[in-house]
């Protein structure tokens, strides 16, 4: 059997650790020259392989490749597409298949969220029905932490660790000045549907009365009456108080807190504004100055505070890709399987992607308190494994010094093809 | 001479390195028993000088006092309080040299920016027209870099590092989805008057076309048509643009951008809220979707990633402080004073209080750009050596560990008083 090669494509939102996979499965790659020929990555995630646009990450050195593992972001550039049905849109899949014909492409690998796994799963089985031979491996990643059949998704611990380590310095300026001056810290967060990244801010809290105070979840209706009085006894208690806000908190009609809200000058609503609309809230029911935060992207590409554990694991699940390709395993998307919480311990499995794909995985409802404001003690067992460990990227002239690669691409062989 | 106690106050917003001061300077007067008693730290700031609300630093061991200098906000509480002129608020002053007379206070450090230091300067006149001998010594902090006679601020050079670090990362993050998502992303950064913070993102784009493309500063009086041309140009040729934005940038007449945007429903002013202005008015312009974030008391209190220069000033200033007091020096402030931009040398100087009281120190105009949206090499020259170094706080549990002090009340002697 000769060596085919393989293309790799980034998908959906990136993340601080989304390069290292990359990293794992190139280098993982790199040692079965006589299996894997050449990785091609998708330059702008699947649209690189609609139109060709592939990039040849042999033209990278193994220097340059291992820089991946500390560089935040994705590295040969993702985006949000999702491939359509298969029924109404067979011209895009049967176009993959080409491109990967085209370039003797013999292993799918699609490094992405509950979408991509469909994609993924999907392109296996037109490949199937075409007759064309290819291994088809999906890897996860997403800071939504929402996939099934895997512990954790590789991005969410390192957001996971910054969201929680920011809201614990941040608590540690407000208590320095709340006696005489702001009293209130909001912390808006992401995570639309799911509350995995609001319930690790709730790590900070060691202790009882440590911040943050109150959690607001996307899954737990907002109360506004409910809501002001648990910060009213807060600051009476502690003298000040810090919440954490999903930018999902909707009301019992399912309403986005952030759109029932504030308009700005236009009139339009403002997105990524639900934790000014909470902090406004308490200042005129209260009448307690407040400051709050927006976190948005920073959350999600500090690589300079990543997980160790997550950084590990994202690493692992590159390299599993590829092992479980040349195992033939078609149609799985590679997984993390917890054996034990303390200390953690882990392992690589796989699940297929037929049961992954549109499945979301929420939040189970005992990991919230019954109060609905923070998270309880068996949230912290699963939660605090992941954001363990510190691996640091190298420092150049006092910051972080990342790689862009050369990106070189592959030259065309097909007709031009419009997405 | 008998030992005489000192009184130590934190004062106005807390930074990631202040409490580093506190250490340098309680470690040093421990060195000196048979001349410095107690020091005692104000409750909350001069407030607590005032209240008589002391606490007793000698009942913290060695261990804790060292875990100050990986720890964020004022361990002992600051406050935003102005003492007022001497001739209309005299007996404030008065109340002041009762309380260290009450606790035989022969030593006065107030650790703050410009009100600070011309309250520590007006406390050392009153000192002396009262007969009551007190050596009265600035240390300067302030995240806004404005003081004068200092070559810069401790506070400031770890929120540097931590906005350019921010806007670098979140620059992989945006370049990664540009081409099929988000192309604008906006960073706002303190610096209300002065754009120091605003011109330290800028390190972060050290060749040409990285991020940050744009700096927004409070010295450029806004002009929307030249700031969404230039966003223009910037899609144009690098696919995104991304930017940084004082809360302090204004319009021509001197109105806040960010009061003269957005009304929530109940028609505020959008404070802190000068990044989405700026992002809309690119949506509205140029039809582009965007990102913001609001790093807010994020960046002053990021201890897990400060400054390493920062860090060992803060530290040296606390140290200074002490030293210089022994000298019997009253009414000067400790300064940074550099020696040599590359390699980065500095040494320990002081200036006279008289001559830094409520001066405000300017950014030169020769460091921002002729077109006013980025940084000379001259303010890069500055700016650079302050970021430089990495001093990263213990982790436990995956997050950074740091110290709550006892706070432990030095017993009352005096009547209450009012503030």
Request: proline fraction near 5%; hydrophobic fraction near 40%.
């Amino acid at each position: 059997m000769s060596a085919r090669n393989a293309f790799y494509a980034q998908s959906g939102g990136v993340t601080a650790v989304i390069n290292a996979t990359a990293c794992g499965l190139i280098q993982e790659a790199r040692r079965f020259p006589e299996r894997i020929g050449k990785v091609y990555a998708g330059r702008d995630g699947i649209i690189g392989a609609l139109t060709e646009d592939l990039i040849d990450t042999s033209l990278e050195s193994d220097a340059d490749i291992a820089r991946l593992r500390h560089t935040p972001g994705g590295a040969f550039g993702s985006c949000r597409y999702k491939l359509k049905s298969l029924e109404t849109h067979r011209a895009q899949y049967e176009r993959l298949i080409e491109v990967f014909k085209a370039h003797d492409i013999g292993y799918f690998f699609y490094n992405g969220g509950n979408d991509s796994m469909d994609t993924a799963w999907k392109v296996s089985q037109i490949a199937e029905k075409m007759g064309y031979p290819v291994v088809c491996v999906g890897v996860p990643k997403t800071v939504d932490n929402d996939l099934p059949h895997t512990d954790c998704c590789p991005g969410f611990g390192s957001v996971a660790k910054y969201v929680a380590t920011s809201i614990r310095e941040a608590g540690y300026d407000v208590v320095s000045m709340a006696r005489t001056s702001t009293k209130i810290f909001v912390l808006e967060v992401m995570g639309r549907h799911a509350g995995w990244i609001t319930a690790a801010c709730g790590l900070a809290a060691e202790n009882n009365g440590e911040p943050p105070h109150i959690l607001l979840f996307p899954e737990v209706p907002f109360n506004p009456e409910a809501f002001v009085a648990r910060v009213d006894a807060c600051v009476k208690q502690y003298g000040y108080c810090t919440v954490a806000v999903s930018e999902g908190l909707s009301d019992a009609e399912g309403r986005l807190i952030a759109e029932s809200g504030a308009k700005d000058a236009f009139g339009h609503s403002q997105l990524g504004g639900v934790g000014q609309v909470v902090a406004q809230l308490i200042k005129d029911k209260l009448g307690l100055k407040y400051h709050w935060a927006l976190a948005d992207y920073l959350q999600r590409s500090a690589r300079h505070l990543a997980s160790r554990t997550d950084l590990e694991q994202a690493h692992a699940l590159g390299v599993a890709a590829v092992d479980l390709a040349l195992q033939g395993k078609n149609a799985v998307m590679a997984t993390i399987c917890r054996l034990a919480d303390e200390p953690y311990r882990w392992e690589i499995s796989d699940a297929p992607l037929a049961e992954i794909a549109n499945v979301e995985r929420k939040m189970p409802a005992e990991f919230i308190t019954p109060d609905g404001f923070h998270i309880t003690e068996a949230c912290r067992a699963y939660l605090q494994p992941l954001i363990e460990g510190e691996e640091p990227p190298p420092f150049r002239g006092g910051l972080p010094d990342y790689i862009r690669l050369k990106n070189i691409a592959v030259p065309k062989k097909l007709p031009a093809f419009a997405v």
